[in-house]
């Protein structure tokens, strides 16, 4: 399997994981989700938990998560399955 390959795969994988956690919960925080899938990242103490912040507005875009009301710092998602 190529790079590129696998790394879609491992995005696809998060994707999943991060939707399986929020369908089993009324609303999560970046922070929460981060947390929950072991994710955690920062860059020299700043801009903490990118990775699943910006999974999250992959899935905000292609209409599978919504993004609810809060502060920038406790910004909610709230999962969805689509029905077909």
Same mark, same amino acid.
Not at 8 to 27: R, V, Y
Not at 36 to 53: C, M, P, V
Not at 76 to 81: E, F, L, M, Q, S
């Given at each position: 399997?190529?790079p590129?390959? !696998?790394?879609?795969? *491992?995005?696809?994988?998060?994707e999943?994981?991060?939707?399986?956690?929020?369908a089993?919960?009324?609303?999560?925080?970046?922070?929460e989700?981060?947390?929950?899938?072991?994710?955690?990242?920062?860059?020299? *103490? !700043?801009?903490?938990?990118y990775?699943a912040y910006s999974?999250? *507005?992959?899935?905000?875009?292609?209409k599978l998560v919504?993004?609810v !009301?809060?502060?920038?710092?406790n910004r909610r998602?709230?999962g969805?399955?689509r029905?077909?």
């Amino acid at each position: 399997m190529l790079p590129y390959e !696998k790394a879609q795969t *491992g995005l696809k994988l998060i994707e999943e994981a991060i939707l399986e956690i929020l369908a089993q919960s009324e609303e999560m925080t970046n922070s929460e989700v981060t947390r929950l899938l072991g994710l955690e990242s920062d860059q020299d *103490g !700043k801009q903490k938990d990118y990775l699943a912040y910006s999974v999250l *507005g992959r899935l905000v875009k292609a209409k599978l998560v919504t993004k609810v !009301k809060g502060t920038a710092e406790n910004r909610r998602y709230v999962g969805y399955i689509r029905s077909n």
